[in-house]
């Protein structure tokens, strides 16, 4: 990386847009991420202060696919584009249809999302818009998502990319790719807990509905981490862990099954996850008693027993600490936003 730019107390967003571009995926972030801000800065005024801007290549007018005409603020024709600072983020939002004709009608912004990367800009690639960062080279040798429609093409066209169709989200460093608009807001809450804090990400989730899909980290690739590791054992002790969550035995108990100490469970798990034992065993119990309330019509006191909690107010504790709600207002809120 070179010409690492200096943080100011703004964050700026860059929103790339083009012809046939989805406008649901330029004005979703932002919406959520003006949400974020709100809650943020209204509990401290010196939370960061977002700034967003469209930018296209050269037409200051671009109709979107449904036919909206949006305004770039920006366009990379202006002799002021080289010497402006880089976004914090961009977002290279989808294309309807082959992405082919556009990209060849746009290297001026491969070029631009390649230098912005250089100089310490996050980058979002979303759906066919992922092409975008592909063709700059910056995906090569690194893993990456995209539509589901354009996967196969997607190989033809760059087999230096480490594609990975089975995930929604990849992140490999600064570089996330969705495969879905869905999985954009779950990148973008993801981002609002690093930039507003995990209070303004929960507040940000329970108003865009995102509580009845699966947290960011558990869906996504992200590139040389430990989540998907090569310790064997630890595998089997995790597995045996997400399929057996009501069991009374103590970690100690369970590791001495698998022919373990417990300091040397400890000091493996660790290494090879991340996480401490406790803390991923306690987030595999919360995240099963979710789905639980969101999917049956078990009483908070049958799903604590299925996931390992005899008292009832000891998993209510939890989602209090977790989620700042009560199991029973978890579900309610759930069941209105499924069923209503």
Known sequence: M???YIKTNNLMVNLVIYP???ATGVTLPV??????EAFARRYDKSALKLNTQF???SSTQIKSRAGITMIADITLDEESIANTTPADIIIVPSLWRNPRPVLKSHQKLITWLKRCWQQGSTLIGVGTGVCFLAESGLLDNHSATTHWHYVEQFKRDYPKVDLKPDFFITQSERIYCAASLNALADIIVHLIAQHYGKAAAQN???NFSHEIRKPYEEQRYLEGS????ADELIA???FWLRTHLNTELSLTEITEQFGMSQRSFTRRFKAATGVRATQYWQQLRI???KELLASSNLTIQEIADQVGYQDQGHLTRLFKQHLTLTPKAYRAMVRKKLFS
């Open 204 to 206: 940000v989730e329970r």
């Open 20 to 22: 046939h571009v989805l």
């Open 2 to 4: 070179t010409d690492q």
């Open 55 to 57: 930018l296209s290549e």
């Open 236 to 238: 089997e002790i995790q």
């Open 226 to 229: 430990g989540d998907r590791h």
């Open 31 to 36: 919406e959520m991420l003006m949400a974020g």
């Open 287 to 289: 995240e099963t008693a």
